[in-house]
């Protein structure tokens, strides 16, 4: 069956410090990946994605994610964290067909700490 | 302007009351999708819709149904709410290409069902 998870419900990090958001998923096809951040009261945002190529993909507000094939993973990362990026985050994968569907993660509480 | 906006943004309905929750782009996309929204589970789809002739069950459609008006439009009714329809829900339009498929969310519909 397919399926994203995010094993971490909820992460605290200081202000500063590095991030790392964990993603894996299971997809029959060879998938797309995507992260969304929701700010408290707000709809989903699209930070990146991944198609192909590279693996290592850039997005906005100094994001980044690797795909990993072998671990089916998808991380996100942000190597110093501001307090504006307390918010909940969800992964995302999808494979384009005539019948596509996005499947999302449960999503991951991140909270900064002063 | 936004690209994708819902109508309400919330919402406070009784047991039994027939509501329905309103979507429109500015984005031309031609797929459209009702999501709920609820802690701990992410998201999960109730409807989509591949053009104005194309609807489609998600994995939660009981007790929703939807109305695609236009290519632009695409409305989700609860015909009789309950209580465990209590909810966040979202719009998302889809932009597809041959190898691509990215979605977009509009700012939700808070819906509280007594």
């Known amino acids: 069956a397919q399926s994203v998870t995010q094993p971490d419900i909820h992460i605290t990090v200081s202000e500063g410090a590095s991030l790392e958001l964990r993603c894996n998923y299971s997809y029959g096809a060879t998938p797309y990946l995507f992260w969304y951040v929701q700010s408290p009261g707000q709809g989903l945002q699209l930070l990146l994605k991944?198609?192909?190529?590279?693996?290592l993909v850039q997005g906005i507000k100094g994001f980044e994610a690797e795909f990993k094939r072998s671990q089916s993973s998808f991380n996100l990362r942000k190597p110093s964290v501001h307090w504006s990026d307390a918010a909940e985050y969800f992964c995302?994968?999808?494979?384009?067909?005539?019948?596509?569907?996005?499947?999302f993660g449960s999503g991951t509480r991140l909270s900064i700490r002063p | 302007d936004a690209d994708v906006t819902q109508t309400p943004r919330n919402r406070i309905t009784k047991t039994g009351k027939r509501i329905m929750l309103e979507c429109s782009q500015t984005k031309g996309h031609d797929r459209m999708y009702w999501y709920r929204q609820d802690p701990g589970l992410g998201l999960r789809l109730i409807y989509y819709?591949?053009?104005?002739?194309?609807?489609n069950k998600g994995e939660i459609s009981d007790g929703y149904s939807v109305s695609r008006q236009a290519q632009a439009k695409f409305s989700l009714s609860l015909e009789s709410a309950i209580p465990n329809q209590t909810a966040l829900y979202f719009c998302?339009?889809?932009?597809?290409?041959?190898?691509?498929?990215?979605?977009?969310f509009g700012p939700g519909t808070r819906l509280l069902v007594l």
């Open positions: 995302a994968v999808g494979s384009y067909s005539s019948a596509s569907k996005i499947i």
């Open positions: 991944y198609f192909s190529g590279d693996t």
């Open positions: 998302a339009t889809s932009e597809v290409t041959e190898t691509q498929e990215t979605q977009y």
């Open positions: 819709s591949f053009d104005v002739k194309d609807i």
